[in-house]
Protein backbone atom coordinates (compact mmCIF):
# COMPACT_ATOMS: atom_id res chain seq x y z
CA UNK A 1 0.00 0.00 0.00
CA UNK A 2 1.18 3.68 -0.69
CA UNK A 3 0.66 5.82 1.90
CA UNK A 4 0.91 9.79 1.79
CA UNK A 5 1.20 11.45 4.95
CA UNK A 6 0.50 15.39 5.28
CA UNK A 7 2.66 17.50 7.43
CA UNK A 8 6.15 18.26 8.16
CA UNK A 9 7.38 18.21 11.58
CA UNK A 10 8.21 15.99 14.39
CA UNK A 11 4.69 14.76 14.89
CA UNK A 12 4.95 13.66 11.36
CA UNK A 13 8.42 12.40 11.35
CA UNK A 14 7.23 10.21 14.24
CA UNK A 15 4.29 8.80 11.83
CA UNK A 16 6.47 8.15 8.71
CA UNK A 17 8.98 6.21 10.85
CA UNK A 18 6.48 4.22 12.47
CA UNK A 19 4.50 3.97 9.22
CA UNK A 20 6.92 2.74 6.87
CA UNK A 21 8.06 -0.27 9.74
CA UNK A 22 4.53 -1.98 8.41
CA UNK A 23 4.48 -4.82 6.37
CA UNK A 24 1.52 -3.51 4.79
CA UNK A 25 3.75 -0.67 3.27
CA UNK A 26 5.27 -0.12 0.01
CA UNK A 27 5.65 3.17 0.05
CA UNK A 28 5.44 6.36 2.11
CA UNK A 29 5.32 9.71 0.71
CA UNK A 30 5.32 12.95 3.24
CA UNK A 31 4.17 16.72 1.91
CA UNK A 32 6.18 18.16 2.71
CA UNK A 33 8.32 16.71 4.68
CA UNK A 34 11.47 17.52 6.18
CA UNK A 35 15.16 16.49 6.47
CA UNK A 36 14.47 13.74 8.92
CA UNK A 37 11.55 12.79 7.15
CA UNK A 38 13.54 11.78 3.84
CA UNK A 39 15.06 9.02 5.69
CA UNK A 40 11.89 7.10 6.15
CA UNK A 41 9.80 8.75 3.17
CA UNK A 42 9.77 10.24 -0.28
CA UNK A 43 9.45 14.47 0.60
CA UNK A 44 6.71 16.22 -1.94
CA UNK A 45 6.90 19.90 -2.11
CA UNK A 46 3.30 20.28 -1.25
CA UNK A 47 2.02 22.73 1.81
CA UNK A 48 -0.36 21.60 3.72
CA UNK A 49 -2.85 24.14 2.97
CA UNK A 50 -2.59 22.95 -1.24
CA UNK A 51 -5.49 20.81 -1.08
CA UNK A 52 -5.92 20.76 -4.54
CA UNK A 53 -2.59 20.12 -5.41
CA UNK A 54 -2.32 17.43 -2.55
CA UNK A 55 -4.89 15.44 -4.65
CA UNK A 56 -3.29 15.57 -7.56
CA UNK A 57 -0.82 13.90 -6.32
CA UNK A 58 -2.71 11.38 -4.36
CA UNK A 59 -4.05 10.44 -7.86
CA UNK A 60 -1.37 10.61 -9.83
CA UNK A 61 0.46 8.23 -7.72
CA UNK A 62 -2.40 5.95 -6.58
CA UNK A 63 -1.71 7.26 -2.90
CA UNK A 64 -4.43 3.96 -1.32
CA UNK A 65 -4.12 6.09 2.73
CA UNK A 66 -3.24 9.58 3.11
CA UNK A 67 -3.27 10.48 6.82
CA UNK A 68 -3.07 14.40 8.26
CA UNK A 69 -1.02 15.11 10.66
CA UNK A 70 -1.86 18.86 11.31
CA UNK A 71 -5.15 20.40 12.18
CA UNK A 72 -5.12 22.99 9.36
CA UNK A 73 -5.81 21.03 6.10
CA UNK A 74 -8.42 19.31 8.25
CA UNK A 75 -10.13 22.22 9.45
CA UNK A 76 -10.08 23.58 5.88
CA UNK A 77 -11.95 20.15 4.44
CA UNK A 78 -9.00 18.04 3.26
CA UNK A 79 -10.68 14.95 4.27
CA UNK A 80 -14.18 16.02 2.61
CA UNK A 81 -12.71 17.14 -0.57
CA UNK A 82 -10.31 13.37 -0.80
CA UNK A 83 -13.76 12.21 -0.09
CA UNK A 84 -15.06 13.38 -2.83
CA UNK A 85 -12.80 12.67 -5.23
CA UNK A 86 -12.92 8.96 -4.11
CA UNK A 87 -9.76 8.99 -2.67
CA UNK A 88 -9.17 7.12 0.89
CA UNK A 89 -8.24 9.37 3.90
CA UNK A 90 -8.30 9.61 7.94
CA UNK A 91 -8.97 12.07 10.12
CA UNK A 92 -12.13 13.78 10.94
CA UNK A 93 -14.16 16.06 8.56
CA UNK A 94 -14.30 19.97 8.29
CA UNK A 95 -17.52 20.09 10.46
CA UNK A 96 -16.45 17.36 13.32
CA UNK A 97 -12.98 18.87 13.10
CA UNK A 98 -14.71 22.25 13.98
CA UNK A 99 -14.54 20.53 17.94
CA UNK A 100 -10.75 21.73 17.77
CA UNK A 101 -11.18 24.98 15.11
CA UNK A 102 -13.52 26.38 17.40
CA UNK A 103 -13.32 26.73 21.35
CA UNK A 104 -16.49 28.31 21.49
CA UNK A 105 -18.29 25.18 19.46
CA UNK A 106 -16.50 22.79 21.60
CA UNK A 107 -16.84 24.59 25.21
CA UNK A 108 -21.26 24.54 23.79
CA UNK A 109 -20.77 20.58 22.81
CA UNK A 110 -19.49 20.07 26.42
CA UNK A 111 -22.52 21.78 27.97
CA UNK A 112 -25.17 20.32 25.90
CA UNK A 113 -23.55 17.00 26.80
CA UNK A 114 -22.48 17.43 30.10
CA UNK A 115 -19.28 16.60 29.62
CA UNK A 116 -16.95 17.76 32.48
CA UNK A 117 -15.48 21.52 31.72
CA UNK A 118 -14.58 24.63 33.10
CA UNK A 119 -16.99 27.20 33.70
CA UNK A 120 -16.84 29.46 30.94
CA UNK A 121 -19.13 31.36 28.68
CA UNK A 122 -18.24 32.89 25.05
CA UNK A 123 -18.45 36.37 23.46
CA UNK A 124 -18.14 38.47 19.98
CA UNK A 125 -18.82 41.75 21.60
CA UNK A 126 -15.90 43.15 23.68
CA UNK A 127 -18.26 45.44 26.07
CA UNK A 128 -20.36 42.61 27.21
CA UNK A 129 -16.78 40.10 27.75
CA UNK A 130 -15.61 43.37 30.04
CA UNK A 131 -18.75 43.56 31.73
CA UNK A 132 -18.20 39.72 32.47
CA UNK A 133 -14.51 39.69 33.45
CA UNK A 134 -15.99 42.60 36.08
CA UNK A 135 -17.84 40.38 37.66
CA UNK A 136 -15.97 37.14 38.37
CA UNK A 137 -12.94 37.08 40.18
CA UNK A 138 -9.85 36.57 38.40
CA UNK A 139 -7.51 34.45 37.78
CA UNK A 140 -9.59 33.28 34.50
CA UNK A 141 -8.48 32.51 31.26
CA UNK A 142 -9.14 34.02 27.75
CA UNK A 143 -9.25 32.13 24.65
CA UNK A 144 -9.59 33.05 21.11
CA UNK A 145 -11.73 30.89 19.62
CA UNK A 146 -10.43 29.89 16.60
CA UNK A 147 -7.16 28.38 15.70
CA UNK A 148 -3.78 30.21 16.97
CA UNK A 149 -1.09 27.46 17.18
CA UNK A 150 -1.39 26.81 20.32
CA UNK A 151 -0.91 30.96 21.44
CA UNK A 152 -4.66 32.12 21.63
CA UNK A 153 -5.11 30.86 25.07
CA UNK A 154 -3.87 33.46 28.09
CA UNK A 155 -3.96 33.27 31.93
CA UNK A 156 -4.95 36.12 33.39
CA UNK A 157 -4.62 36.70 37.11
CA UNK A 158 -5.82 40.78 37.34
CA UNK A 159 -9.24 42.07 35.93
CA UNK A 160 -6.81 45.28 34.16
CA UNK A 161 -5.06 42.43 32.72
CA UNK A 162 -8.07 40.78 31.44
CA UNK A 163 -9.33 43.51 29.99
CA UNK A 164 -6.03 44.43 28.21
CA UNK A 165 -6.06 40.98 26.53
CA UNK A 166 -9.84 41.10 25.45
CA UNK A 167 -8.70 44.85 24.09
CA UNK A 168 -5.81 42.74 22.08
CA UNK A 169 -7.59 39.70 20.64
CA UNK A 170 -11.02 41.94 19.59
CA UNK A 171 -10.20 45.28 18.71
CA UNK A 172 -6.67 44.63 17.87
CA UNK A 173 -6.92 41.18 16.32
CA UNK A 174 -3.40 39.98 17.09
CA UNK A 175 -4.77 36.62 16.29
CA UNK A 176 -6.94 37.66 13.35
CA UNK A 177 -10.20 36.20 12.32
CA UNK A 178 -9.71 33.67 15.26
CA UNK A 179 -10.50 36.22 17.82
CA UNK A 180 -14.11 37.65 16.08
CA UNK A 181 -15.52 35.42 19.21
CA UNK A 182 -13.58 34.17 22.73
CA UNK A 183 -14.07 31.91 25.36
CA UNK A 184 -13.71 33.43 28.79
CA UNK A 185 -13.24 30.95 31.63
CA UNK A 186 -12.49 29.34 35.08
CA UNK A 187 -8.90 28.98 35.57
CA UNK A 188 -8.49 25.34 37.02
CA UNK A 189 -5.82 23.52 39.34
CA UNK A 190 -4.22 20.71 38.91
CA UNK A 191 -2.37 18.61 36.37
CA UNK A 192 -2.82 18.00 32.76
CA UNK A 193 -2.47 15.45 30.72
CA UNK A 194 -2.81 14.36 27.08
CA UNK A 195 -5.91 11.73 26.54
CA UNK A 196 -5.59 10.38 22.70
CA UNK A 197 -7.74 7.98 20.87
CA UNK A 198 -8.64 6.04 17.93
CA UNK A 199 -12.36 6.28 17.14
CA UNK A 200 -14.10 5.28 14.13
CA UNK A 201 -17.60 7.41 14.91
CA UNK A 202 -18.96 4.92 17.63
CA UNK A 203 -16.03 2.71 19.29
CA UNK A 204 -13.25 4.50 20.83
CA UNK A 205 -9.95 2.65 21.07
CA UNK A 206 -7.35 4.43 23.49
CA UNK A 207 -3.74 5.13 23.09
CA UNK A 208 -1.54 5.08 26.44
CA UNK A 209 -1.38 8.25 28.25
CA UNK A 210 0.71 10.76 28.00
CA UNK A 211 1.74 14.15 29.15
CA UNK A 212 3.22 17.59 27.27
CA UNK A 213 4.92 20.56 28.61
CA UNK A 214 3.49 23.39 27.03
CA UNK A 215 4.96 26.10 29.03
CA UNK A 216 8.74 27.12 27.63
CA UNK A 217 10.52 27.37 30.95
CA UNK A 218 11.29 24.89 33.89
CA UNK A 219 8.92 24.62 36.26
CA UNK A 220 6.08 25.24 33.62
CA UNK A 221 7.16 29.09 33.72
CA UNK A 222 7.00 31.34 31.15
CA UNK A 223 5.13 31.51 27.97
CA UNK A 224 3.41 28.90 26.41
CA UNK A 225 4.54 27.06 23.29
CA UNK A 226 3.83 24.52 20.97
CA UNK A 227 5.37 21.63 23.45
CA UNK A 228 8.42 21.60 24.85
CA UNK A 229 8.66 17.69 25.59
CA UNK A 230 6.24 15.12 26.48
CA UNK A 231 6.45 11.07 28.01
CA UNK A 232 4.73 8.25 28.05
CA UNK A 233 3.10 6.72 30.00
CA UNK A 234 2.44 9.48 32.38
CA UNK A 235 1.60 7.63 35.67
CA UNK A 236 -1.33 10.15 37.25
CA UNK A 237 -3.53 8.42 34.67
CA UNK A 238 -4.56 5.00 37.21
CA UNK A 239 -6.63 2.73 35.70
CA UNK A 240 -9.66 4.09 37.69
CA UNK A 241 -8.80 7.67 36.25
CA UNK A 242 -8.46 5.70 32.67
CA UNK A 243 -12.01 4.18 32.97
CA UNK A 244 -13.35 7.30 34.10
CA UNK A 245 -11.79 9.64 31.27
CA UNK A 246 -13.21 7.00 28.95
CA UNK A 247 -16.72 6.84 30.35
CA UNK A 248 -16.65 11.00 31.47
CA UNK A 249 -15.30 12.18 28.13
CA UNK A 250 -13.96 10.65 25.61
CA UNK A 251 -17.05 7.82 24.81
CA UNK A 252 -19.70 11.01 25.28
CA UNK A 253 -17.82 13.11 22.83
CA UNK A 254 -17.90 10.57 20.28
CA UNK A 255 -21.79 9.93 21.03
CA UNK A 256 -22.09 13.71 21.51
CA UNK A 257 -20.87 14.12 17.93
CA UNK A 258 -22.74 11.68 16.48
CA UNK A 259 -25.99 12.86 17.75
CA UNK A 260 -25.03 16.16 16.60
CA UNK A 261 -24.48 14.96 12.70
CA UNK A 262 -21.16 15.68 12.99
CA UNK A 263 -19.51 11.94 13.60
CA UNK A 264 -16.11 12.34 14.43
CA UNK A 265 -13.57 9.60 12.69
CA UNK A 266 -9.97 9.66 13.35
CA UNK A 267 -7.78 10.59 16.17
CA UNK A 268 -9.66 12.34 18.99
CA UNK A 269 -7.46 14.22 21.87
CA UNK A 270 -8.43 15.26 25.19
CA UNK A 271 -6.30 17.54 26.72
CA UNK A 272 -7.59 17.25 30.37
CA UNK A 273 -7.23 18.89 33.76
CA UNK A 274 -6.83 16.13 36.53
CA UNK A 275 -7.48 17.53 39.77
CA UNK A 276 -7.21 14.06 42.40
CA UNK A 277 -10.47 11.94 41.17
CA UNK A 278 -11.73 15.60 39.53
CA UNK A 279 -10.99 15.70 35.50
CA UNK A 280 -12.22 18.02 33.38
CA UNK A 281 -11.02 18.99 29.60
CA UNK A 282 -9.39 21.58 28.59
CA UNK A 283 -9.25 21.55 24.76
CA UNK A 284 -9.96 18.93 22.20
CA UNK A 285 -7.69 18.57 18.85
CA UNK A 286 -8.80 16.39 16.37
CA UNK A 287 -5.24 15.01 15.59
CA UNK A 288 -2.31 13.45 17.05
CA UNK A 289 -0.18 15.42 19.80
CA UNK A 290 3.03 16.82 18.90
CA UNK A 291 5.30 16.07 20.82
CA UNK A 292 3.02 13.66 22.32
CA UNK A 293 2.91 11.66 19.25
CA UNK A 294 6.89 10.90 19.11
CA UNK A 295 6.83 9.07 23.06
CA UNK A 296 3.94 7.13 22.12
CA UNK A 297 4.90 6.08 18.34
CA UNK A 298 8.11 5.09 20.17
CA UNK A 299 6.25 2.64 22.43
CA UNK A 300 3.81 1.24 20.14
CA UNK A 301 4.57 -2.44 19.44
CA UNK A 302 1.22 -2.68 17.10
CA UNK A 303 1.37 -2.18 13.37
CA UNK A 304 -0.78 1.38 13.66
CA UNK A 305 -1.23 1.36 9.73
CA UNK A 306 -4.24 -1.50 9.90
CA UNK A 307 -6.47 0.16 12.49
CA UNK A 308 -6.17 3.60 10.84
CA UNK A 309 -7.11 1.60 6.98
CA UNK A 310 -9.88 -0.32 8.71
CA UNK A 311 -11.07 3.07 10.03
CA UNK A 312 -10.23 5.46 7.13
CA UNK A 313 -12.53 3.19 5.00
CA UNK A 314 -15.75 3.46 7.21
CA UNK A 315 -15.10 0.13 9.37
CA UNK A 316 -14.80 -0.71 12.97
CA UNK A 317 -12.10 0.36 15.30
CA UNK A 318 -11.92 -2.68 17.76
CA UNK A 319 -9.18 -4.19 19.71
CA UNK A 320 -6.51 -3.14 21.55
CA UNK A 321 -3.10 -1.59 20.88
CA UNK A 322 0.42 -3.76 22.04
CA UNK A 323 2.63 -1.52 23.73
CA UNK A 324 6.36 -2.12 24.90
CA UNK A 325 6.69 -1.85 29.00
CA UNK A 326 9.53 0.71 28.28
CA UNK A 327 8.80 4.53 29.19
CA UNK A 328 9.50 6.71 26.76
CA UNK A 329 10.42 10.67 27.26
CA UNK A 330 10.99 13.27 24.14
CA UNK A 331 12.40 16.77 24.83
CA UNK A 332 12.34 19.46 22.31
CA UNK A 333 15.35 21.39 21.06
CA UNK A 334 14.12 24.72 19.84
CA UNK A 335 15.80 28.02 18.35
CA UNK A 336 16.73 30.61 21.20
CA UNK A 337 14.35 32.75 21.07
CA UNK A 338 11.28 30.44 20.12
CA UNK A 339 7.97 30.94 20.48
CA UNK A 340 9.33 34.72 19.69
CA UNK A 341 11.57 35.98 16.79
CA UNK A 342 14.14 32.73 16.74
CA UNK A 343 17.40 32.46 14.51
CA UNK A 344 17.08 29.98 11.30
CA UNK A 345 20.23 28.29 9.34
CA UNK A 346 22.64 27.23 12.03
CA UNK A 347 24.41 23.70 11.79
CA UNK A 348 23.26 21.22 13.76
CA UNK A 349 25.76 18.63 14.65
CA UNK A 350 25.92 14.71 15.90
CA UNK A 351 22.37 14.07 15.52
CA UNK A 352 23.25 10.80 13.32
CA UNK A 353 25.68 9.72 16.26
CA UNK A 354 22.63 10.12 18.67
CA UNK A 355 20.13 8.13 16.22
CA UNK A 356 22.54 5.47 16.38
CA UNK A 357 22.37 5.14 20.05
CA UNK A 358 20.39 2.44 21.50
CA UNK A 359 16.78 3.25 22.43
CA UNK A 360 17.13 6.62 20.88
CA UNK A 361 15.37 8.52 18.09
CA UNK A 362 15.82 12.28 16.66
CA UNK A 363 12.63 13.23 15.43
CA UNK A 364 12.94 16.55 13.51
CA UNK A 365 10.52 19.28 13.84
CA UNK A 366 12.17 22.59 11.53
CA UNK A 367 15.34 21.27 9.40
CA UNK A 368 16.33 21.52 6.44
CA UNK A 369 19.94 20.70 4.51
CA UNK A 370 22.45 23.39 3.53
CA UNK A 371 25.12 21.28 1.38
CA UNK A 372 25.64 18.28 3.66
CA UNK A 373 24.97 19.94 6.53
CA UNK A 374 21.38 20.15 8.50
CA UNK A 375 20.55 23.46 9.51
CA UNK A 376 18.15 24.75 11.87
CA UNK A 377 14.39 26.02 10.28
CA UNK A 378 12.15 26.37 12.31
CA UNK A 379 11.26 27.27 16.50
CA UNK A 380 10.86 23.51 17.33
CA UNK A 381 14.07 21.68 15.69
CA UNK A 382 14.26 18.40 17.09
CA UNK A 383 12.40 16.10 19.33
CA UNK A 384 14.82 14.01 20.88
CA UNK A 385 13.12 10.56 22.39
CA UNK A 386 14.33 7.90 24.02
CA UNK A 387 12.81 4.77 25.65
CA UNK A 388 14.12 3.56 29.74
CA UNK A 389 13.05 0.58 31.52
CA UNK A 390 10.73 3.17 33.83
CA UNK A 391 10.85 7.05 33.79
CA UNK A 392 13.77 7.59 34.96
CA UNK A 393 16.23 5.86 32.94
CA UNK A 394 14.13 7.36 29.66
CA UNK A 395 14.97 10.79 31.31
CA UNK A 396 18.91 9.51 31.64
CA UNK A 397 18.61 8.17 28.11
CA UNK A 398 17.36 11.61 27.07
CA UNK A 399 19.41 13.79 28.50
CA UNK A 400 22.23 12.25 27.76
CA UNK A 401 21.52 12.50 23.84
CA UNK A 402 20.05 15.92 24.07
CA UNK A 403 23.50 17.11 26.13
CA UNK A 404 25.16 15.31 22.98
CA UNK A 405 23.70 17.51 20.17
CA UNK A 406 23.29 20.59 22.63
CA UNK A 407 25.05 23.96 20.85
CA UNK A 408 24.89 27.73 22.00
CA UNK A 409 21.97 28.01 19.64
CA UNK A 410 19.64 25.94 20.99
CA UNK A 411 16.99 25.81 23.98
CA UNK A 412 15.78 22.92 26.04
CA UNK A 413 13.82 22.41 29.09
CA UNK A 414 15.82 20.29 31.62
CA UNK A 415 12.49 19.12 33.68
CA UNK A 416 10.68 16.64 31.18
CA UNK A 417 9.21 14.15 32.46
CA UNK A 418 9.83 14.87 36.43
CA UNK A 419 6.49 15.82 37.20
CA UNK A 420 6.10 11.76 36.76
CA UNK A 421 8.45 11.32 39.36
CA UNK A 422 6.09 11.91 42.97
CA UNK A 423 3.88 8.93 41.23
CA UNK A 424 6.81 6.22 41.13
P1 LIG B 1 -5.96 25.02 25.43
O1 LIG B 1 -5.43 25.33 24.06
O2 LIG B 1 -7.36 25.41 25.62
O3 LIG B 1 -5.65 23.62 25.90
O4 LIG B 1 -5.07 25.90 26.41
C1 LIG B 1 -3.66 25.90 26.33
C2 LIG B 1 -3.08 25.75 27.71
O5 LIG B 1 -3.54 26.79 28.57
C3 LIG B 1 -3.50 24.47 28.40
O6 LIG B 1 -2.69 23.40 28.00
C4 LIG B 1 -3.31 24.85 29.85
O7 LIG B 1 -1.95 24.81 30.21
C5 LIG B 1 -3.75 26.29 29.88
N1 LIG B 1 -5.19 26.39 30.20
C6 LIG B 1 -6.22 26.40 29.33
N2 LIG B 1 -7.40 26.49 29.96
C7 LIG B 1 -7.14 26.56 31.27
C8 LIG B 1 -7.94 26.67 32.46
N3 LIG B 1 -9.27 26.77 32.38
N4 LIG B 1 -7.32 26.68 33.64
C9 LIG B 1 -5.97 26.61 33.73
N5 LIG B 1 -5.15 26.52 32.66
C10 LIG B 1 -5.72 26.48 31.43
N1 LIG C 1 1.07 19.08 22.33
C1 LIG C 1 -0.10 19.84 22.21
C2 LIG C 1 -0.71 19.82 20.89
O1 LIG C 1 -0.35 19.03 20.04
O2 LIG C 1 -1.61 20.60 20.66
Not at 67 to 89: A, C, W, Y
Not at 166 to 189: A, H, P, R, T, Y
Not at 256 to 263: D, F, H, N, S, T
Request: aromatic share 8%.
Amino acid sequence: MKVLVVGGGGREHALCWKISKSPLVTAVYCAPGNVGISNHASCVDIKVTDIDSLVRFAKAEEIELTIVGPEIPLSLGIVDRFEEEGLNIFGPNQAAAEIESSKAYSKNLMKKYDIPTAFFSTFDDYNEAVNWVKEVKPPLVIKADGLAAGKGVIICHTEEEAIGVLDDIMNSKIFGDSGNQVVIEEFLQGEEVSFIAFTDGENVVPLESSQDHKALLDGDQGPNTGGMGAYSPAPIVTPELHAAIMNQVMIPTVEAMKAEGREYKGILYAGLMINGSDIKVLEYNCRFGDPEAQPLLMRMRSDIVPLIREISTGGVAKGEIQWYDDASVCVVMASKGYPGDYKKGFKIHRINDVDNMEGVLVFHSGTSRDDEHIVANGGRVLGVTALGSNIPDAINAVYKAVNYIDNDSLYFRTDIGKKALKYI
